[in-house]
């Protein structure tokens, strides 16, 4: 069989070069704090939903809403968004709102998540929302980025080997003859 | 047509050598992931009732914004471009490889379009490549629904085709027309970059880069009425229109260039 071992080694190479690129781009890029806010109106027993990309980091959620205000605030991950459109209510977390609070959590992998709110509250206020990115580098990009640059090495080096050895092989029978 | 695909894949072959695509890759890469990941941040949008499941909208979302960095890579996409076209055009030319591929038995028609198919190859699948890359490093879970939104999928690889397509012609036409190496790398690079700072200082998106990421993809990713409402008239037609207008009078004019006139 012929293996074309120069082209799987280019492959290789190119994994390292792009995991690099990764690599450099989530160092430059990801280590600075973000904030978003916004106000809106909440109905009496009324909802808020919101679907967000969520990275694995520090994120300080803050509900600015009238002191005896009662509700709960729930995130759903992928698996959870799923289950509660087929009727399920399973989230990932859920914290408690009573009056102005201010939640933190660390999402468990990078993706989409439904954030809602939902009110226990007879009546309608008027709902302020911060969410806050705190600054620091997202481990699970750098292990990913660093993951694309390592097996690109492996697979290179693999490849280098097995053309090495087949190119002696090749020459030794060839001296045999 | 064998014959035809065998001169491209020698084109191609020309291209890929070590280590231009690799540089290029990691370049175009580092560009892409490194405005994706922050504008990924801001992605968020109101969701409810939830009355259906939002995987089609998660992905449309992600593609929109990988959409926007793509078109915004206008630099490293033209680097690419000119590199491929200079070297595939002047560069052979200089040399007397095209004296010598002529004397082969192709018709100069194929050869054209041969080394036209693989410029634009080796920049818009390193485009598509890396989108892809971005797609599945930013949500790894949209593996699972990568094909639930065919037409965003589609309309991101509008965009950037029409990109390589600009890049290209503007860099083989100057490759074809000045037959020097260092002249076409630096004149094609030099109009591109000089394209990329007006086209910023000007409020309408009528030139090249800001035609494909704000004009094309506006038209494209929201509602049409939205986009003639803000570019009406003929401001909107030329914003969609003159790019390609010029992307193809200049090809036609490379291909009658290169097929009647080139001296060998």
């Not at chain 2, 200079?86 to 004397?103: A, I, P, R, V």
């Not at chain 2, 085709?161 to 600009?166: H, I, P, R, S, T």
Request: a positive charge.
């Amino acid at each position: 069989m012929n293996i074309p071992f120069k082209l799987l080694l280019r492959i290789g190479i190119l994994l390292m070069a792009a995991g690099s690129a990764i690599l450099g781009a989530v160092l430059m890029s990801t280590r600075f704090p973000y904030s978003e806010s916004g106000s809106s109106q909440l109905a009496a027993y009324g909802k808020d939903g919101n679907i967000r990309y969520l990275n694995v980091r520090n994120y300080e959620e803050r509900i600015l809403v009238p002191m005896d205000f009662t509700g709960s605030f729930s995130i759903y991950d992928y698996e959870g968004m799923r289950k509660l459109w087929n009727g399920l209510n399973e989230p990932q977390m859920v914290f408690a709102v009573d009056g102005p609070t201010v939640m933190d959590f660390i999402p468990s992998y990078r993706g989409f998540y439904l954030l809602i709110l939902r009110s226990e509250y007879s009546e309608m206020v008027n709902l302020e929302q911060s969410f806050v990115a705190k600054s620091g580098v997202e481990p699970d990009s750098l292990r990913d980025g660093a993951l694309v640059v390592v097996s690109g090495l492996v697979f290179s080096l693999i490849v280098g080997v097995a053309g090495k050895i087949t190119q002696q092989r090749a020459q030794r029978s060839e001296r045999l003859r | 047509m064998r014959k035809f695909v065998r001169v491209v894949a020698w084109e191609l072959k020309n291209i890929a050598r070590f280590p231009i695509v690799e540089v290029l890759l990691a370049l175009l890469v580092f560009q892409v992931m490194s405005s994706t990941l922050v504008n990924a941040r801001s992605i968020s949008r109101t969701y409810f009732p939830f009355d259906e499941f939002p995987q089609g909208l998660m992905l449309s979302d992600l593609v929109r914004q990988i959409a926007t960095d793509l078109a915004g890579a206008f630099i490293s996409t033209s680097f690419i471009g000119v590199v491929s076209a200079t070297m595939l055009f002047s560069y052979q030319y200089e040399t007397g490889l095209t004296k010598f591929y002529m004397s082969l038995p192709i018709k100069r028609t194929n050869f054209f379009l041969a080394k036209l198919l693989a410029c634009f190859l080796v920049p818009f699948l390193m485009l598509v490549a890396v989108g892809c890359t971005a797609e599945l490093f930013l949500n790894p879970v949209s593996v699972l629904f990568l094909f639930s939104a065919p037409m965003v999928l589609a309309r991101a690889l509008l965009i950037i085709g029409e990109m390589v397509l600009f890049v290209i012609a503007v860099s083989i036409s100057l490759s074809i027309l000045s037959h020097n190496t260092a002249v076409s790398f630096i004149s094609s690079l030099a109009i591109l970059y000089g394209l990329t700072l007006v086209s910023g200082s000007i409020g309408v998106p009528i030139l090249p880069p800001a035609s494909f990421s704000q004009g094309l993809w506006s038209f494209l990713f929201y509602s049409q009425r939205d986009f003639w409402s803000t570019y009406p008239g003929w401001t909107g037609a030329g914003t969609l229109a003159l790019t390609p207008t010029v992307t193809l009078i200049l090809l036609v004019v490379s291909y009658f260039y290169f097929s009647r006139r080139l001296n060998l």
